[in-house]
């Protein structure tokens, strides 16, 4: 008797399956074309920096975001720490910036409109540096 399933494709199939991916090359050259439409690099070498250093960006912002999800659930100022994310995140993928609107009503004395007033952002700023000089202390005090 044959499992559920086999024998469902034929041969044809997967030679059409392999037909639609990319290849890395077309990939690569994909990448660099989109990076030139942006414009301000000349030379390919410029070309190929620019893409490791969006490639960095958009990975160090996800670790950012995740922390954040995580922070949600134990101590931490999650829904911040996702807008700090999000917000390098949108300099790369479109619907960041969407997402990071509806994040910013979330944080606490936002605007309707989603901005931080000055004294949100000085409380933010000496709470991170607090929390710094107490880890510190506990690290090597």
Do not use: C
Not at 42 to 49: D, L, Q
Not at 101 to 118: E, N, Q, S
């Amino acid at each position: 008797m044959e499992r559920a399933g086999s024998g469902d494709h034929s041969p044809d199939d997967e030679v059409h399956d392999d037909e639609d991916r990319l290849t890395w090359d077309e990939i690569v050259e994909a990448a660099e074309e989109a990076e030139r439409a942006d414009g301000g690099e000349e030379t390919e070498a410029e070309v190929r920096s620019h893409i490791l250093i969006r490639a960095a960006r958009i990975s160090l912002a996800s670790v950012i975001m995740l922390a954040g999800v995580i922070m949600l659930a134990l101590p931490g100022p999650g829904w911040l720490v996702i807008a700090v994310g999000l917000a390098m995140l949108s300099r790369d993928v479109a619907w960041a910036e969407r997402w990071l609107a509806a994040v910013r009503k979330r944080v606490p004395g936002a605007r309707p409109d989603g901005t931080l007033p000055t004294g949100v952002w000085a409380t933010i700023i000496v709470m991170a540096l607090a929390g710094t000089a107490v880890g510190l202390w506990f690290a090597f005090g």
